[in-house]
């Protein structure tokens, strides 16, 4: 599998097997991840590996908050309220295609409850990332995980492994923090369900997301 290859056939993955991954196979992972270019080479990305009794913990406490009706609070600002429109129609469609391939109503408080508690539970996936930096860093450092991240989705693929990015960590970042024993001055960006791909699962068979053509985002100076 060529690079190009690799970029087009990784998309998210939402159903696992209940195969453990090896930490051989998480620090050879991380090792290739590394390498993403930074800026002025700072590496500015940690990362909390959560597995076995620590993830159960984890999920546990995410899903109380999510059954307690708790406060959602992120250590940043994941996204404006008022989003410019073409990227709020983005959002929606994806929202769109999500609930109409699950047959959920997102109104429906019975309906929407499973989908959210799936997200909470990383998928059942064997292993969750969670992804961390400095809070003092300033957001130039987001661009470097980006990369870090990316690097490690395609390098998944490599080994057989799956992966799915979700704000599950982050939208309960205080509930992080005190279940892992982060420290405040981590900032807490998001999650990586991590795991062996169930191809089976329903909703490993959603119809890929769309994208917009190259000529909607870019504009060429000559
Ligand atoms: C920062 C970030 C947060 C995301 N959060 C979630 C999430 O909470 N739940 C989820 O199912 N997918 C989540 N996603 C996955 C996106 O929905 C997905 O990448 C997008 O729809 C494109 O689909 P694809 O990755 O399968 O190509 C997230 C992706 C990113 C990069």
């Not at 990784?10 to 090896?22: D, M």
């Not at 406490?61 to 940043?76: E, G, S, T, V």
């Amino acid at each position: 599998m060529n690079t190009i290859e690799a970029i087009k056939k990784r998309r998210c993955i939402r159903g696992f097997l209940e195969k453990p991954v090896s930490r051989e196979d998480i620090v050879k992972l991380l090792d290739i991840a590394r390498l993403a270019p930074s800026s002025h080479n700072m590496q500015p990305w940690e990362v909390a590996v959560v597995t076995g009794k620590a993830l159960e913990k984890l999920k546990n406490a995410l899903l109380d908050a999510l059954h307690n009706r708790a406060h959602r609070h992120f250590d940043y600002n994941y996204m404006a309220k008022e989003l410019p429109n073409h990227l709020k129609a983005n959002g929606d469609a994806c929202n769109q295609i999500v609930f109409e391939y699950r047959g959920i109503d997102p109104k429906n408080w019975f309906q929407l409850a499973p989908h959210l508690e799936e997200n909470l539970r990383f998928f059942d996936a064997p292993a969750e990332l969670v992804i961390m930096t400095e809070k003092s860093i300033g957001e130039g450092a987001f661009i470097d995980i980006g990369a870090f991240s990316q690097s490690l989705y395609l390098a998944a693929l490599d080994l057989g492994l799956g992966t799915c990015p979700q704000v599950s960590v982050s939208q309960y970042a205080d509930i992080t923090h005190s279940t892992l024993n982060i420290p405040e001055n981590k900032l807490i960006l998001f999650g990586i369900a991590l795991g062996y791909p169930n191809e089976s699962a329903f909703l490993n068979k959603m119809p890929r997301m769309p994208r917009m053509p190259v000529d909607k985002f870019t504009i060429f100076f000559e």
